[in-house]
């Protein structure tokens, strides 16, 4: 079955922000919770994953909202990443209610950044904007009538 997902990437705080997400959003994580870099087996093709890396987190996912997955890795710069937030990426929620989108957003916009205050838009959405206190930025867009 086809999905779309989001991967983020983090200078070593995934596990702090993905547990963040979930205060936020509710569930468990998908499949065994958090991988580590010390969870990769060994393999002659690859080189040793450095010991100030082996706790960092190679991949979680987080199912959120009608099940869309939010995924996740540490990006170590001495396994040549080197994480660059920017504005090139929101990350688009439609709760299916005002009050669950006033809810999210206040928790999500929390010690972050609101963009836009949520409103109700020209297009008939209540639509508001934020960026969270990891730089990820969101936005709202819930199209209950009331």
């Known amino acids: 079955m086809s999905r779309v997902s989001i991967y983020l990437n983090f200078p070593g705080n995934t596990e702090e922000v993905f547990n963040f997400y979930k205060s936020v959003f509710g569930g ?6 958090f991988n580590r870099y010390r969870d990769i087996p060994p ?3 690859m080189p040793p994953v450095a010991p100030s890396d082996l706790d960092l987190i190679m991949h979680v996912s987080l199912t959120i909202l009608g099940g869309f997955v939010l995924m996740g890795t540490d990006a170590p710069e001495s396994m040549g990443f080197k ?11 439609e709760p299916d209610t005002k009050s669950e989108t006033k809810k999210l957003f206040s928790a999500l916009s929390q010690g972050g950044q609101v963009t836009m205050e949520l409103m109700d838009m020209f297009w008939g959405a209540y639509y508001g904007s934020c960026t969270d206190k990891y730089g990820v930025q969101w936005m709202f867009n819930c ?3 009331s």
């Open 143 to 145: 199209t209950e009538k």
């Open 28 to 33: 468990e994580f998908d499949g065994d919770g």
């Open 43 to 45: 393999s002659e093709e």
């Open 83 to 93: 994480v660059n937030f920017g504005n090139n990426i929101h990350i688009n929620i």
